[in-house]
C-alpha cells in the first residue's frame, strides 16, 4: 500500500488506508450543513475532527490550513479543496493558505517568479472565483515567511532520516531539499498557532489521502514538543502527565542531579489545578511526586478543551504550546481514463481554464462504465461507480442527490447508455465551468486582497 505525496500513483484501498494508518471515519459526527463531498462520502476520514468541530459549535476560534503546489495548472480535483476549505470558513473558520513554491522549486525544479505566477493566475484566481472571502484568508509563499523556515529547522531536532525513510521512503540518493521540504510543510502547517498569526487554536487541513504523511510527521512532531501528555481512561477520565525534557527539565523542577526541586513542581501543580478547574472540574486529583493530575469526571468530550488550556499554560511558562493539526481525507478525484487524476497527464484531466470544445472531446473519450455493446448494456447494465461521467457529477457537478441516485438506478438498469451519461455530465460540465468562468471575470481584482501583507 503506497501513500506518496509527490506521486500519480496512489492506493484507492481506502478502508485498508484507514485500518493501517489510524484514520477515523466520519460517520458519526455532527457535521452542520454537510456538502455533497460530505453526504456522498467522498470526505470519507479524519484525524481529532472533534476538537475543531467543538470549537465551531461553541463560537470559538479556529482555523483552517491548505495549500498550493505552483507547477501546473488548476483541475477539477483541486477544486474538492476549496468546496471544504469554503464550507469550514462558511461555519467560523479563518483560512490560511500556503504557496509551497520553495517545495515547489526542491521537487518539481520550478523557479520562485514562475511559482508565483502561477499560484497567482492558475489558482488564487480559481479560488476567488469559487467562493472564497477575501477578508478571512491569507496567501502566503514559503519563500517570504520566514517563520515557517525556522518552524521547520526547530522541529527538525525532533525527528531523523530513518523516521523519514519509514514515513516517506527516501533512500541515499534522495536529495537533501526533497528531505528538507517536509519539515518546511510542518512550519507551515504549524505557525497558524503562533501569536503572531493568529494565536492558539485548533487548525484543521483537508487533503487527498496521498498527504496524509505530511499529516503523520506533523501531528509526531507537534507532540513530542508538547510538555502535558493527555491519557483517556479506560470508561471514563483523563489523566495529565508531565513530560519532562531537556527543554522544560527547569521549569518542571528537575535539577542537574536528578534531584526534583518540590516548590518549583508544586507551583507548576498548582497551576495546572487552577487552569482545570477554570474549566468547572472539581474532583481534581494532583500527585507531583507521580508527575500526573488525574480529572475522573472528564470525559472524552472534554479532551479539546482540556489540552487548549494545558498548551496555554505550556506557552506561558516557556513552551511552544503546539496542537496537533487535525486533518480531514477525501477520495481521489479520477482522471478521464480512470487513473487518478493529474497535471502531469492534461488529456486525462479537467483543468478549470478548459475551452468547452476541449471539455466536450475530453468528456466524450472518458472512462465508461457501460457494457461493449448497446444490447448487452441494455441487458445487464452499467456500473456507475467505475463510469467517470457518473464520478463527476457526484464530485463536481449534480448537487441534488435525489437526482443523482436516479441517474445511478437507471444505469445500473441499462435503461441509461453510457453515451447517454456522458451526455449528461458534459452539459452539467459546460453550465458549471462556463459560470466559474464568469465569476474569475468579476473577480479578478480580488486576486490581490487574498494576499497577507508579507506576500504583496
Partial sequence: MEIDPWSSAQSTDYEGIIARFGLNRMEGLDLPNPTRLHRRGIVFAHRDLEGVLDAQRKGEPF???TGLMPSGRMHLGHSMVIDQVRWFQEHGGDVTIAVADLESQATRGVGLKEGRR???EQYIANYAALGLDPERTNVYFQSSRPIVQRLGFQLGRRTNLS???AIYGFKGETNLAHVQAPLVQAGDILHPQTDEYGGLRPIVVPVGVDQDPHLRLTRGLASKTNWFNLKTGKNAGLTVALSVQESNAAAFGQQPDGRVDRGVRQAVFDRIVERLSALGFSDLRPNPKH??????SASKRDLASVRLALLGLEREIGGMGLMPPSSTYHHFAVGLDGDKMSS?????TLFLGDE???VAKKIKRAFSGGQP????????GGDPDR?????????????????????AESYRAGRLLAGEMKQACLERAEVWLGELAERRDETAHLVETFLAPDAR
Avoid: C
Fill in 118 to 120: 502561477i499560484a497567482l
Fill in 344 to 348: 502531469s497527464r492534461p488529456d486525462s
Fill in 63 to 65: 482555523g483552517v490550513l
Fill in 291 to 296: 508527575g500526573t493530575v488525574d480529572v475522573p
Fill in 163 to 165: 523516521e523519514f525513510e
Fill in 373 to 380: 455493446t448497446v444490447e448487452e448494456h441494455r441487458r445487464l
Fill in 356 to 358: 468547452p470544445a476541449k
Fill in 387 to 407: 463510469d467517470v461521467a457518473f464520478q463527476y457529477m457526484a464530485y463536481f457537478f449534480e448537487e441534488d442527490d435525489a437526482v443523482l441516485a436516479d441517474l
